[in-house]
């Protein structure tokens, strides 16, 4: 049975009836599981309450000193232990994870190109081996998106991009399915429509709708990280709506597969 490893974004998690739907979704997965969470509109909440100023640039987040102890505390303790606190209410033995803890996710601080990040981690390495250990043992790891450098410490890093890191390590030992969770119920034809859900998506279609116009803006990234996991050994990329988590993985009823 393949290890499904499953992102969720921060739409769900900033709601506590959808958060609490999705990881009881998630308990109920058989087989072994990996979480990876991301959380960055409660950060942005609390970094105001705490007078830490929020920088975006192209969505993306500067992660100056500050912003660093604010992503630390809300990324790896409050979501993190809330999630896994929920889930050992749910019967599911998970255990929070940054990339720090056992050194599993190591990372390189972003070089300054045309735009400084401050401290952001692009990733260098995942230690599958040890995140298999704790699958032999049952237990489930729920990872927040926090990396780490031996000179730097811990990096922020993007969630995304975390979860297709660890999916590919895993894929050397594992036969992986990646699954990205967000508000829409998969790739659709039609952005204005919920139910022009694309149930299959390759290569080659994929590039005749990005010439078409058909996929554009903040998909393409999201794809693009998913046709590379599956060209590095994960057997198939899932994009689905978090509550139809069962249904997209177990039952292939919903959502958008990824396959080459």
């Known amino acids: 049975m393949a290890v499904n490893i499953i992102k969720i974004g921060g739409n ?41 100023e929020t920088e975006m640039v192209e ?4 992660t100056n000193a500050e912003m660093r102890d604010v992503v630390t505390m809300v990324y790896g303790g409050l979501i993190n232990k809330k999630i896994v606190a929920s889930l050992q209410s749910l019967n599911c033995n998970a255990i929070g994870l940054t990339g720090a803890d056992a050194g599993v996710i190591r990372a390189h601080k972003r070089p300054v190109k045309t735009i400084d990040y401050g401290y952001v981690g692009d990733i260098d390495s995942v230690n599958a081996v040890f995140i298999s250990s704790l699958l032999s ?6 990872f927040a998106p926090l990396s780490f450098d031996k000179d730097f410490g811990i990096l922020n890093t993007n969630a995304d991009t975390q979860a297709s890191a660890i999916a590919t390590a895993l894929s050397g ?38 010439a078409s116009g058909v996929i554009y803006d903040g998909m393409i990234p999201k794809l693009d990280n998913a046709f590379d996991a599956v060209h590095k050994g994960v057997k198939k990329v899932i994009i689905c709506e978090a509550n139809e988590l069962l249904s997209a993985v177990e039952r292939g009823e919903t959502g958008t597969q990824i396959l080459m």
């Open 59 to 62: 969505g993306r987040r500067i």
């Open 173 to 210: 030992v594992h036969e992986v399915n990646l699954i990205y969770c967000f508000e829409k119920k998969g790739v659709l034809l039609d952005a204005e429509d919920d139910d022009s859900v694309i149930p299959v998506l390759k290569p080659k279609l994929y590039e005749e709708y990005k």
């Open 137 to 142: 043992q049952e237990i489930t790891p729920v």
């Open 12 to 52: 769900v998690i900033n709601d506590e009836v959808k958060l609490k739907a999705f990881l009881a979704s998630f308990a109920a997965l058989s087989g072994d599981k990996i979480l990876v969470h991301g959380g960055g509109k409660v950060a942005t909440k609390i970094a105001k309450d705490l007078g830490v």
